[in-house]
């Protein structure tokens, strides 16, 4: 019921991929032939910032369902989380709030700065002043329905948690609820977070598969995530890419399988443990990647469109690693800390 470092190491993984796809996004329009049209093509496949978010939110439900199967308290349950959470957004936006008053800088368009209008995006309730935010939006919404979920398995097991993911599965067709929580925000792989809580309670089973099968499912798993990056991200396309990324958590956490190597790598592991903050910084990375690129005269348009991609996407993650770092070294890492202390607080006060 520990730590798992892999896992962390795929959000790093996960984290990287939504820049490659913002870059790439970047790119689309650019023309391309022969050799360079394929490697750009790859390059999409290898950029599913969609399901890079779908698998965010696998890995939520499933390391929320350990924490709560290792200690089932409510109360520290949501304590951790908004300590976890919020800290590092409130932060963020106001970084992006301060840039915008004394520059005129945004990121994706511009929102509304006004100061009600800041504190609700602080609070993760509106999300137009740095648009990625929405996801933490319905990472908020699937906190207590994660809760939920867990006591459910517990008490009645699993047959009514999967009646539940298939309504809600069943609801990813519908335009009024996919949008139901307004700005971008997308509520159409809202069940991930729930087959994530299926991932952790099945899981032990996978330990006793042939390592073989394991690797084979791993692949597959990789393969099919790629090629679904390039197609259009419709709610099947949405679930399948779910269920490859609760296939690989729980292979990572159950089964070691030689394809998983490369998680453990130091640079991996880094960008692990400052996925969040990364996530969140992300998108003024690129933009000052490039206006640092426009600033050197750097020839993108004289590159193949895969070279132009590459090259922004380098400069982009160059460029959020270091303010990625300063976050999670002394916003998140601190306010985690102090979330995990209130309880010996209570006991010594006691």
Known sequence: MG??????????IAALTVVAAHVWGQFSDAPSAGWDAAVFHGLKGLSNGTGAVVGF?????????????????????????????FPAAVTVVALFTALHQWFGIYVAYEGDFR??????????????INAIMWSMKVECLATPVILFGVWLVQRNGASWLWAIIAVLFALSFWGP??????????????YAFLVGVLAQHYGRRIAGIRPSVAAI????????????????????????ECLCAACLVALIAWRSVALFRPLDLGVVRFYGKISYSFYLLHLLGILFANQALAAANFPLAALPASFAMITVLIASVLMTTPAAYLSWRYIEVPFINLGKSFKGYRLARG
């Open 217 to 240: 499912a791993a692949l597959l798993s990789v393969l099919v995530f790629c090629y679904l990056g390039t197609r259009k991200q419709t709610a099947p396309v949405l679930m399948l």
């Open 57 to 85: 939110f696998v890995i939520s439900g499933f390391v929320l369902a350990r924490s709560l199967e290792a200690n089932a308290d409510p109360s520290r349950y949501f304590r951790h989380r908004i300590f976890r959470l």
């Open 3 to 12: 730590f798992i470092p892999r896992i962390e190491s795929l959000r790093g």
């Open 177 to 190: 609820y996919v949008h139901a929580l307004g700005d971008s925000s997308n509520l159409a792989s809202f």
């Open 115 to 128: 100061p009600g209008n800041v504190l609700l995006n602080m609070l993760m309730i509106r999300t137009d």
